[in-house]
């Protein structure tokens, strides 16, 4: 079974950019700029998007936790990696 989130990148077309890949219906992809979940955003829909502004609302949030937890794990393993 695939995780709910995922976090993609392409280095070589968009350095700037990551993808926050949500697994579950409605399936999307969430671009966002690595320094901030709501800056260059744009949704991909892989399944058709919800009608309901709430459910859209409360993936993105998810999503937004997600992202920014996510970061701060990769953040401590890195400092843990060059204390050692």
Not at 19 to 32: A, D, G, L, N
Not at 60 to 71: C, D, G, H, Q, V
Request: aromatic share 10%; hydrophobic share 30%.
């Amino acid at each position: 079974m695939l995780p709910k989130f995922l976090i993609a990148d392409n280095s070589q077309e968009a350095p700037d950019l990551v993808y926050v890949v949500h697994t579950e219906k409605p399936r999307c992809i969430i671009q966002c700029d690595i320094d901030g979940f709501y800056s260059n955003q744009k949704i991909y829909w892989t399944d058709e998007e919800p009608l309901c502004t709430d459910d859209i609302e409360t993936l993105m949030e998810e999503a937004e936790e997600f992202f920014e937890t996510e970061l701060e794990n990769q953040e401590e393993l890195y400092d843990e990696e060059e204390d050692n």
